[in-house]
């Protein structure tokens, strides 16, 4: 396995209290497999990304527990001067919004470049030709002309391609995006997914995709890990997923999407509202929500329960939910 | 159609672009809205979708007046919306309310939700008396299902859910006939966007509302819209029932935008073509001459650059009656079917266009 994240556990110390963002949170890649982190806002899925990369903000963010394991190597034991060489190196982050990500007083050429200079030791000559290289692979035309152009004058897909060539250039062996296309507009947005699934086959990459768009999931995942208030509550590969739902909130998400080809009457929607981190219900964080839930599920925390070789689930009544 | 309450015939907003100081002059036009025409029946739902920049939320606003049209007229039940002023615009804009798409900078902070719901009564005295507001206020929260207790809390202390039900509370406030819903779900999350959606579809029943639907997620635009239409820099490309637009969809932009949603199946991976459009919308500066879509159009020809398709039915589809028979600007319209339906079916062809 290429990365593995064992029973990560992450808080914040704000001023109102401790917030539990990551609560035990279990997931792996291989090289060029794609595993989507499915989840609201506040599930804690951009969180754990943080602590793979190393760019949690600590503090407040602090890591009370587990091991990330990325080629064998426990991350979370390694001097901060190791670190840096893997973060870029060997793996390398695509974030949401390019505009600010972006440094907006340099041209993306020295952006791009100085990848090569910090880590490669290459002369300002050569990292710019290998920028227009980039540029060139990610299909951004003219690109030894655009080389020296700054990030506002690119539009939102052309930035998104030059953080994707900003993240492939030292060809690392895993890509973290997260919410990569949520900016963009659907055209767009399919370019840039179609873009960057090509690369990933190209250099073998494993990708981990973190989302709340179950369309942009079905499309390009190979397996998902679904988040609900730290945890993963089910992880299954993408077609047993979408097909039948072994947890309560999977299948309440997948029901209240409306959809393209069909037209329903009124959409199902799960009642309430995500939980508030700093007090997660006791038992199961799901259960004020759950058309499912029971006297236990109030009081005990349900276990990862194994639905088949390849599935979890996070329900005490995994098997109810399944049949309907 | 029942009678049309709307009607908005050639809108059109520029935004002159100046250079100099001193003598200002005017050097170009960011071509906003470009043309644009539709109508609104009572207790109809228009659904308008396009992506960002292609002058959607200016339509929104000119429809409420926020913003002045450069040219052509917005009709309320017969009266030219523009030229009106005094009480009898105040009068078409207490029927013409807005929901905005940010619940965080749309509401303000420093207001308690009593307020912000009660303040259209500020400006429209005779929808309420002063001594019944504060009562209205609390059937309209327990309308829009928040509980009436919390008249005397600040938005920061609601979700984006909530806060978005506040947004509608204010735009029913004054019991408007139509409303204008500006990407009203696309801040929220994915679980609290079909909480509002239902919610907006009991209350048009309710309230016999006539909704103009705004929003970049054509799935959302199909489930909540009987009409579409679809726009691009500034013009309305396609446009009719959801169906017509969605199953037999004619305009490549249609087909293209349809073609691109990801649609939460991994079954249809396979099953599904994908139409990739190349490159980005051109600057609403520069419009290109002819189709406003040609430059991007993989059917593009020559005849595209120089006559400008009219928002017509095709001249194909004139004579069958059927889904595909519906306003199309394109000069080389087809049918294509780009979203399968769950099971395979074969009446994607049935209108004797050959293959699309």
């Known amino acids: 396995m290429l990365l593995e994240v064992r029973d990560l556990q992450v808080e914040f110390r704000t001023r109102d209290g401790v917030a539990k963002a990551v609560n035990g949170v279990s997931y792996g890649v291989d090289a060029g497999e794609t595993l989507a982190v499915l989840g609201e806002s506040g599930s804690g899925k951009s969180v754990t990304a943080q602590a793979v990369m190393g760019i949690l903000d600590i503090p407040p963010g602090r890591i009370t527990g587990g091991e990330i394991l990325f080629q064998g190597r426990d991350l979370l034991k390694l001097k901060e001067d190791e670190r840096r060489k893997v973060r870029g190196a060997e793996m390398a982050m695509i974030f949401q919004d390019a505009l600010s990500s972006l440094n907006p007083v340099l041209s993306v050429g020295d952006q791009l470049g100085e990848m090569f200079v910090v880590h490669r030791g290459m002369s300002k000559k050569d990292a710019r030709a290998k920028a227009v290289d980039l540029m060139e692979r990610v299909r951004i035309p003219a690109a030894r002309e655009r080389v020296k152009d ?31 296309t949520t900016a963009l507009d659907v055209t767009v947005q399919a370019q840039v997914m179609d873009l960057l699934a090509e690369l990933q086959r190209e250099y073998n990459m494993g990708l981990i995709l973190i989302t709340h768009d179950l369309g942009v999931v079905a499309d390009v995942a190979d397996k998902i890990a679904v988040m609900y208030a730290g945890r993963i ?42 939980p508030n981190l700093m007090n997660i219900p006791p038992g199961c964080a799901f259960n004020p929500r759950c058309p499912l839930a029971q006297d236990v599920c109030r009081t005990d925390e349900p276990p990862l329960h194994e639905v088949d070789e390849n599935r979890r689930s996070a329900c005490h009544f995994w098997r109810e939910c399944m049949n309907g | 159609m029942a009678e049309a309450i709307l009607q908005v015939s050639g809108l059109v907003k520029h935004y002159p672009l100046t250079q100099g100081i001193l003598f200002k002059k005017q050097v170009g036009a960011v071509k906003a809205v470009d043309g644009v025409d539709f109508e609104l029946a009572r207790g109809e739902t228009l659904g308008i979708v396009g992506e960002s920049g292609c002058g959607k939320s200016t339509v929104a606003k000119m429809l409420v007046n926020l913003e002045k049209p450069t040219a052509g007229e917005i009709r309320y039940k017969g009266d030219d919306i523009g030229k009106l002023s005094g009480k009898a ?17 749309s509401l303000n902070p420093r207001m308690t939700v009593g307020d912000i719901i009660g303040e259209p009564y500020e400006i429209h005295p005779e929808v309420a008396p002063k001594g019944d507001r504060r009562q209205k206020v609390q059937e309209l929260l327990d309308v829009v299902g928040l509980n009436p207790e919390y008249i005397n809390r600040y938005p920061h202390q609601f979700s984006g859910g909530q806060r978005q039900r506040i947004g509608i509370a204010r735009g029913l406030a004054l019991r408007p006939e139509i409303i204008v819903a500006d990407e009203p779900v696309s801040a929220l999350d994915v679980s609290v966007q079909a909480q509002v959606i239902n919610l907006m579809d009991r209350l048009q029943s309710e309230f016999e509302l006539s909704y103009i639907f705004i929003a970049h997620d054509l799935s959302i635009v199909r489930h909540i819209s009987d009409r579409v239409g679809v726009m691009y820099l500034g013009r309305i490309v396609e446009t009719g029932k959801d169906a017509e637009i969605y199953d037999h969809a004619t305009h ?24 990739i459009l190349a490159g980005d919308v051109p600057s609403p500066t520069n419009i290109p001459s002819g189709c406003r879509f040609r430059t991007r159009c993989w059917k593009a020809q020559e005849r595209c650059a120089l006559e400008v398709p009219l928002l017509a039915v095709p001249a194909e589809f004139r004579d069958v009656s059927g889904p595909a028979a519906h306003d199309s600007a394109c000069h080389f319209a087809e049918e294509t079917v780009v979203v399968p339906a769950e099971e395979t079916d074969a009446d994607g062809n049935g209108n004797g266009n050959g293959p699309g």
């Not at chain 1, 004058?153 to 973290?176: D, K, N, T, V």
């Not at chain 1, 072994?246 to 329903?264: C, F, N, V, W």
């Not at chain 2, 490549?252 to 139409?275: C, G, H």
């Open chain 1, 150 to 180: 700054y990030p506002h004058q690119f539009s939102g897909g052309m930035r998104q391609r030059i953080m994707i060539a900003m993240a492939l250039a030292l060809e690392p062996a895993l890509i973290i995006a997260d919410e990569p």
């Open chain 2, 252 to 275: 490549p932009y249609t087909q293209a935008l349809l073609s691109a949603v990801p649609v939460p199946d991994p079954e249809a991976r396979e099953r599904r073509e994908r139409i």
């Open chain 1, 233 to 274: 509550v089910e992880s299954a590969p993408v077609h047993d997923i979408y097909k039948v739902p072994a947890h309560p909130y999977t299948k309440g998400l997948l029901e209240s999407i409306p959809r393209l080809d069909q037209k329903g009457q009124e959409l199902y929607a799960i009642k309430g509202l995500p």
């Open chain 2, 89 to 105: 615009l105040r009068s078409v804009r207490r029927n013409i309310q807005m929901v905005f798409q940010d619940p965080y900078t």
